[in-house]
């Protein structure tokens, strides 16, 4: 095999491993359902809200069918906390994302709520990213209309 040959077969290799690398990082960052369950409870984006956490928790869940995200699971953690987690489909230009609503009772009163949203694919640039703020308006809208 001559110089040049081996240089341009290790030039090969060498581009074949940084696209496995690549690949590699694209899956290990995918969303699962099991990794929003595992995921920090304290993660993800926090308001605070002067509501009782049953009426936070059924107003989380009124704004993510309202915003046409399908729920996925609604669990207690404890007696004072409870988390969603609500997925948007996969379609033509989005594989699809998570978001995990977390609500928990700091106080009488006194609800803090967090938004974690993932993109079912990391690499991917048409998801939406960040489902916060349109969960957070819909959410005050609910908790007003409850009185």
């Known amino acids: 095999m001559s110089h040049a040959a081996s240089r341009t077969g290790a030039l090969h290799v060498g581009r074949s ?4 690398v690549a690949m590699a990082g694209a899956l290990a960052a995918c ?7 595992s995921a920090p409870l304290e993660q993800g984006v926090v308001r605070h809200y002067d509501a009782e956490l049953y ?3 059924l107003a989380a869940r009124a704004a993510l069918g309202g915003s046409q995200l399908e729920i996925e699971e609604v669990r207690q953690v ?5 988390y ?9 230009w989005t594989h699809g994302e998570l978001i995990r609503v977390v609500c928990e ?3 009488e009163r006194d609800v803090a709520i967090r938004i974690l949203t993932r993109r079912r694919v990391g690499i991917e640039f048409t998801a939406k990213g960040d489902w916060s703020e349109e969960l957070f308006t819909q959410i005050a809208l ?3 209309s409850r009185g």
């Not at 969303?31 to 369950?37: D, E, I, L, Q």
């Not at 404890?78 to 409870?82: A, G, H, I, S, Y």
């Open 142 to 144: 609910e908790l007003s």
């Open 84 to 92: 969603i987690i609500a997925k948007r489909s996969s379609g033509e």
């Open 78 to 82: 404890d007696d004072r906390t409870w």
């Open 105 to 107: 009772e700091m106080g």
């Open 17 to 20: 491993f940084w696209v496995t």
């Open 31 to 37: 969303a699962s359902v099991g990794g929003m369950r």
């Open 55 to 57: 009426d936070a928790v």
